[in-house]
């Protein structure tokens, strides 16, 4: 299990199949797991590496200034007839920046149950020094190591 570190932020990244549009969110662990913040960013297709980071950038700095209200936590940033559909129609990614290291990206695995589940051998990091070009590039290829 992973070491709780309350500097952590995270964010959360879906892309559609069917339309390669990717949706990056901020998300804040209140009790227990890590709850969506309703303030996603869009970005239809094409798109490229520089307006991923920035969106990404942006999301972190939601949770870290914490510009977000009672009202925009929880709920579904997106949602299926089916929540079991929903690995069939997204991929996610779980990226989180920690002030003393870092970026770490991690891609995921869509199950029959609906859920999504960690490819922890398939962990990326990036240090502070990472343009939002070269952030929004380890998302790329974030996404292309997700099942």
Do not use: W
Request: glycine share 6%; proline share 7%.
């Amino acid at each position: 299990m992973e070491k709780f570190n309350p500097e952590r932020i995270r964010i959360g990244a879906y892309k559609e199949n069917a339309t390669n549009k990717i949706i990056i969110f901020p998300c804040i662990r209140i009790d227990g797991p890590y709850t969506d913040i309703n303030k996603p960013i869009m970005l239809p297709s094409p798109h490229h590496a520089e307006e991923i980071g920035d969106a990404c950038l942006e999301c972190i700095q939601v949770v870290a200034s914490k510009n977000y209200s009672a009202d925009d936590i929880g709920g579904a940033v997106v949602s299926t007839k089916r929540e079991r559909d929903m690995p069939k129609l997204y991929l996610y990614l779980s990226i989180a920046f920690e002030p003393e290291i870092g970026y770490t990206l991690l891609p995921t695995e869509g199950k029959k149950d609906g859920a999504h589940y960690p490819l922890t051998d398939s962990k990326l990091k990036l240090g502070l020094s990472a343009t939002n070009t070269e952030l929004g590039e380890k998302v790329i290829r974030a996404f292309d190591l997700c099942r």
